[in-house]
């Protein structure tokens, strides 16, 4: 499979190549030169299967060319074998119409380590077959830097230096970072917000004493190979409630469309999904550009949901380009304009292209409480604030009674324990499996806002690219 970017210029790349590149050297994402395609029957014929064998089959017309079939199944079983549960993303009925999909059961307890699991197998291998050093940067508002970090940690040929807004992570998830030992793993503690953070890591990416020496790579959801990892789970959801013959609905907890264009794409390859629900929480620009069409970007309003307290999606370029026509030096002029801006009108294509598929709503404060109350007292499930807003989403979105309604659930509750006890008086336990976080020994720096003080310290610590 070749891969090219959204905005038209930078060079066709392999899947090694997409998966250690990260962003296009245009400032694009990486897509799939065409969608593959499964047949009804082709589809039918993966009933059944267990997880890693499902994820080889639907991830191999994806990365054909730089990685062979027996090697796939091999990473796929040793990414999937570090998961909690057999099934791997259980399902969980609710009630007539609504299941839960937990894809929480990884080592950090959020819906990343699904992706970033196979991520971390993928560069280990791809750098293993060439003399290169990649040096990750990354900022984290909690989930993303511990599911890459255990992914990581102590990989041969990689460093991860990982930023995290001092003092606005919760405990669990600063413990899941910080008591990660290893000596490849470096945590950064800076003064400032999550966007703070995510601005030096932006900045370091255009830092040419920075990219002359080192090869900077990317774990957020930018990075291709996350959003394939991620499709397998909708196939696994729909093949056991009766797909392809029965059409399913799948409403997603979302913030940087990443999740929820993964279902998208199994969309493209033949799945039948009835609608895909954006669930955002009050922080709604998805939720106006799919209503309005009206993608203009607002600050920032702090939620029990933190990891969807986004105001710009970076997928979201990845869908305009696909039902825009895939015309990509129209879609760099586009995202241009909004660079400028921080505003742009979708196109009548785009709106058009989006609502066959999509629909959206948007969760405030007191739909997350209300929803966690429901989810325990009618169905006996403790739920994180996330999956509220996706479940609210769910609940809410006038979807035919006869098709059932999938919520992706993003986080275990013991990971955002006080808004799960304030909604139901319930404080929801840690898995045995992370039992001892909190005694085990924590080690980070912790940095001035400055970003030359940033720089010089991945500087000091990270290996030259070859
Ligand atoms: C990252 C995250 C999301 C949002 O996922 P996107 O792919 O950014 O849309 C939702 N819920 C939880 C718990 C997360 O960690």
Excluded at 89 to 115: C, I, M, S, Y
Excluded at 274 to 292: F, M, P, Q, W, Y
Aim: glycine share 8%; with cysteine; hydrophobic share 45%.
């Amino acid at each position: 499979m070749e891969y090219i970017s959204t905005r038209g210029s930078a060079p066709a790349l392999d899947f090694a190549g997409a998966t250690l590149a990260g962003l296009a050297s245009d400032g694009g994402l990486y897509v799939p030169s065409a969608w593959p395609r499964f047949s009804e029957a082709e589809i039918a014929a993966l009933a059944g299967m267990p997880y890693a064998e499902l994820a080889a089959k639907i991830m191999w017309p994806f990365v054909e060319g730089s990685l062979a079939y027996d090697r796939l199944l091999e990473l796929t079983t040793a990414a999937y074998g570090r998961f909690s549960h057999k099934a791997v993303t259980p399902l969980r009925q609710l009630d007539e119409q609504n299941w839960l999909l937990e894809l929480f059961h990884g080592p950090t307890l959020a819906f990343k380590d699904v992706a970033l699991q196979m991520l971390g197998l993928l560069f280990e291998e791809f750098l293993g077959r060439s003399d290169r050093n990649l040096t990750i940067v990354g900022a984290t508002s909690g989930d993303t830097g511990s599911a890459a970090i255990d992914a990581v940690a102590g990989r041969d040929k990689v460093q991860i230096f990982m930023l995290h807004p001092k003092g606005r992570v919760s405990d669990v998830q600063r413990k899941q970072m910080t008591t990660v030992l290893a000596d490849n793993v470096h945590n950064i503690a800076i003064e400032g917000s999550f966007d703070d953070a995510q601005a030096m890591v932006k900045r370091m990416f255009n830092d040419t004493v920075m990219t002359d020496r080192f090869a900077i790579g990317a774990v957020n959801s930018i990075n291709w190979a996350r959003l394939m990892a991620q499709v397998v789970y909708y196939f696994a959801a729909a093949l056991q409630l009766g797909a392809p013959a029965r059409k399913v609905a799948f409403s997603v907890p979302t913030g940087n469309f990443g999740d929820v264009f993964a279902g998208y794409v199994a969309a493209q390859m033949g799945l039948p999904i009835e609608k895909l629900i954006v669930a955002t929480n009050v922080n709604d620009i998805l939720h106006r550009a799919l209503a309005h069409g009206d993608y203009s970007q607002g600050t920032v309003t702090p939620t029990e949901a933190p990891s969807m307290d986004i105001q710009v999606s970076s997928n979201f370029e990845r869908l305009l380009f696909d039902v825009g026509g895939r015309d990509g030096k129209a879609l760099a002029a586009q995202m241009a304009g909004f660079e400028a801006s921080k505003a742009m009108q979708l196109t009548n294509a785009q709106r058009e292209g989006a609502a066959a598929l999509f629909q959206s709503a948007a969760a405030d404060a007191d739909a997350m409480r209300d929803t966690i109350r429901w989810a325990r007292e009618a169905c006996g499930e403790l739920i994180d604030p996330h999956t509220a807003c996706g479940l609210y989403a769910a609940r809410n979105g006038g979807i035919d009674p006869a098709v059932p309604v999938v919520t992706l659930a993003t986080a275990h509750p013991a990971k955002f324990p006080d808004a799960v006890s304030r909604a139901t008086g319930e404080h929801p336990v840690l898995p045995a499996r992370v039992g001892d976080l909190f005694e085990r020994e924590e080690r980070m720096v912790e940095l001035s806002g400055d970003y030359d003080a940033v720089a010089a310290f991945v500087a000091e610590h990270a290996t030259a690219k070859v």
